[in-house]
């Protein structure tokens, strides 16, 4: 702990403390050092307990950089960390170009699967649904509801 996203002033990455000496270094790149000789903090299992107050803590400090600052500070002190992507940031990124993960299915980009295989090939066959495109027919095979059901589920909002 803590071992989730944290919004920055343009995005959100994912910070991964997987023990005690990390989480130091993370309240250190963060530029609170007091933190991580907190009592409250002093184990994982006490970030645990303490999970709420903890993520405040750390969050107010994230909020007044960018992703791209954050990512570089926290991989310089050695915390394990990483941007969560956007579509267009996760296309212009050069890993993904490198290798070849940027996939378009009938004009709707999409991420390949990172896995290469040496002597197999990926068949994508379809693009994923539109969203909502099977609502009826799940609704009907796996609750039983008919349509006057869906619909009026629909009408109030319930389902899209």
């Known amino acids: 702990m803590p071992y989730q996203t944290f919004a920055t002033l343009d995005g959100y990455i994912i910070v991964a403390v997987g023990n005690d000496n990390q989480f130091r270094k993370l309240c250190a790149a963060i530029g609170k050092p007091n933190l991580g000789e907190d009592p409250l903090y002093l184990s994982n299992a006490l970030r645990v307990a303490h999970r709420e107050s903890l993520v405040r803590e750390i969050q107010a400090s994230m909020s007044d950089q960018s992703m791209d600052q954050w990512l ?7 915390v394990p960390c990483g941007p969560i ?38 068949n994508y066959g ?35």
């Not at 579509?87 to 993960?101: A, K, N, V």
């Not at 619909?151 to 319930?158: D, P, S, T, V």
């Open 72 to 78: 570089a500070i926290l991989e310089l002190a050695g």
């Open 85 to 122: 992507n956007t579509i267009d940031r996760l296309f212009s990124d050069p890993q993904t170009r490198e290798r070849g993960t940027q996939l378009d299915m009938d004009g709707m980009p999409l991420v390949a699967n990172p896995i290469k295989y040496s002597r197999s090939e990926i």
């Open 126 to 160: 379809l693009k994923p649904p539109v969203l909502g495109v099977d609502t009826d027919s799940v609704l009907a095979s796996a609750l039983g509801l008919d349509q006057a059901t869906i619909e009026r589920l629909r009408a109030q909002g319930i389902v899209g």
